[in-house]
């Protein structure tokens, strides 16, 4: 195995909102692989790294160990997906949410430009495009940070103009906390096909009143507003849906998708839906 060493530097900070920013990554000495839209890579920092004063005291490397000495040095390391397009490969570009109580995030949101991390070089992972028919239409559901392999994607394969029609429904408490949001109203101002369909559930704790859709993704399923946007109800013949983020979101709408005819994708048994199960 190969030594773990900080070989990446963070080029530029995004925060979004509290508790959620962008990182841009480039390696240090080494270059990109190859790597597909949907796929993931791994972020790691030693233990002595600092941690944001927003998170949580880290209770672990304030307990000594039986002998009164410090926990021992180690790396922690998490997979996080890409959110950059896999055509450039100047930088990786990840999506991330603060963990309070978290080993790594703490740690990551304490990063300012110029600082190193450790980038995986191996980038893997079946969330991909691969087995997309050429011509369906294509759903992708998530919430929050399951919004980062969409961004791939979307940035990657979305073609704009044609038959096929693109939408990403995407949930969060509040509006604030809709990652990359004037980059995918401005994809739905220029591409007839894409449609970006956010919905808040906490519409109450709003600075000013919200005019979108309230509730869940799941919601945004069950209403008609879907069929509104497209001009037609998605079924199995002619869309693929993926799902990625909360897990009870992905549950939900896997059995919301099974009742009305679709199946869950696998090499052995080809479906409609795509799941990316990273939580």
Same mark, same amino acid.
Not at 47 to 57: C, E, F, G, V
Not at 163 to 180: I, K, M, N, P, T
């Given at each position: ?8 530097? @963070? $080029? ?10 962008? *990182? ?13 839209? &949907? ?5 790691? *920092?030693?233990?002595? !790294?600092?941690?944001? $004063?927003?998170?949580? !005291? ?28 896999? +055509? ?37 992972? *079946? =969330?991909? =495009? ?13 919430? &929050? ?22 939408? @990403?429904?995407? &949930? ?13 109203? $401005? ?29 869940? +993704? ?12 497209? &001009? =037609? ?28 005819? =679709? ?5 052995? !048994? ?10």
């Amino acid at each position: 195995m190969a030594k773990t060493e900080l070989n990446a530097v @963070v $080029t530029q900070r995004i925060e979004v909102a509290p508790g959620l920013i962008i *990182l841009r990554v480039v390696p240090k000495g080494w270059d990109l692989p190859a790597f597909r839209a &949907g796929q993931f890579t791994t972020l790691a *920092l030693p233990s002595a !790294a600092p941690r944001s $004063t927003l998170a949580d !005291a880290d209770t672990e490397r304030e307990t000594p160990d039986g002998q009164g000495h410090p926990t021992a040095e180690r790396w922690i390391r998490r997979a996080y997906s890409i959110a950059s397009s896999s +055509v450039a490969h100047e930088y990786l570009e990840l999506y991330i949410t603060l963990v309070h109580s978290g080993e790594l995030t703490p740690r990551l949101f304490a990063l300012k430009p110029g600082d190193a991390l450790h980038v995986g070089p191996k980038i893997t992972g *079946l =969330f991909t =495009f691969d087995d997309l028919p050429p011509d369906v239409h294509v759903l992708m559901l998530g919430t &929050g940070t399951g919004l980062a392999p969409y961004m791939s994607m979307l940035r990657t394969h979305l073609p704009c103009g044609s038959a096929r029609q693109f939408a @990403v429904l995407l &949930g969060a408490r509040h509006s604030w906390d809709l990652g990359y949001r004037s980059e995918l109203l $401005t994809l739905q101002h220029l591409c007839a096909n894409f449609h970006y369909l956010p919905t808040v559930s906490r519409p109450t704790e709003e600075p000013t009143p919200w005019r979108g859709a309230t509730g869940r +993704v799941q919601d945004l399923w069950r209403a008609s507003t879907l069929e509104r946007v497209l &001009g =037609f109800r998605p079924t199995p013949r002619d869309t693929h849906l993926f799902l990625c983020g909360n897990p009870a979101m992905v549950e939900e709408m896997l059995t919301l998708l099974v009742v009305d005819g =679709f199946a869950e994708h696998s090499k052995r !048994a080809p479906g409609q839906i795509h799941v990316e199960k990273y939580w």
